[in-house]
C-alpha cells in the first residue's frame, strides 16, 4: 500500500505561482512513477504531469506543459508540482497518484494509489 498526501493548494490571483507537493509512504517511493491530476466541478479527471521513478523521464498535458514542472526528491519521498502563471481554467483539486511501475503514463488506469487531494482556486 501506498498512502499520498498532497499539500500546497490554495487561492491565487491569475499569473500567480504554487507549488504543490505530494508525501509518500508505505511503498518504495524511489521504484514509482508518479504523476498529478486535476478535477474541475462537473469535468472528468484529467492527467496534468507524471514523472519517471528517477526523475529522467518527464509527461505533461498540452495545456500546462509551458507553465507547470513536476519533479520528485527520493530522499524525500516527495513530489512536487510547480505551478507558474496560473488561469482561472487551472481552478480545480489536485491529485497525487503513484504507479507500481517505474514509467511514467498519462492514463488514470495506470495508477493504482491516490491521495485525497489538494484544492487550487485561481480567481481572475
Known amino acids: 500500500q501506498v498512502q499520498l498526501v498532497e499539500s500546497g493548494g490554495g487561492l491565487v490571483q491569475a499569473g500567480d505561482s504554487l507549488r504543490l507537493s505530494c508525501a509518500a509512504s508505505?511503498?518504495?517511493?524511489?521504484?514509482?512513477?508518479m504523476g498529478w491530476f486535476r478535477q474541475a466541478p462537473g469535468k472528468e479527471r484529467e492527467f496534468v504531469a507524471a514523472?519517471?521513478?528517477?526523475?529522467?523521464?518527464?509527461l505533461a498535458s498540452d495545456s500546462v506543459r509551458d507553465r507547470f514542472t513536476i519533479s520528485r526528491d527520493n530522499a524525500k519521498n516527495t513530489v512536487y508540482l510547480q505551478m507558474n502563471s496560473l488561469k482561472p481554467e487551472d481552478t480545480a483539486v489536485y491529485y497525487c497518484?503513484?504507479?507500481?511501475?517505474?514509467?511514467?503514463?498519462?492514463?488514470?488506469?495506470?495508477?493504482?494509489?491516490w491521495g485525497r487531494g489538494t484544492q487550487v482556486t485561481v480567481s481572475s
Open positions: 497518484a503513484a504507479r507500481s511501475g517505474f514509467f511514467a503514463k498519462m492514463s488514470r488506469a495506470d495508477y493504482p494509489y
Open positions: 508505505g511503498r518504495t517511493f524511489s521504484g514509482s512513477a
Open positions: 514523472i519517471s521513478w528517477d526523475g529522467g523521464t518527464t
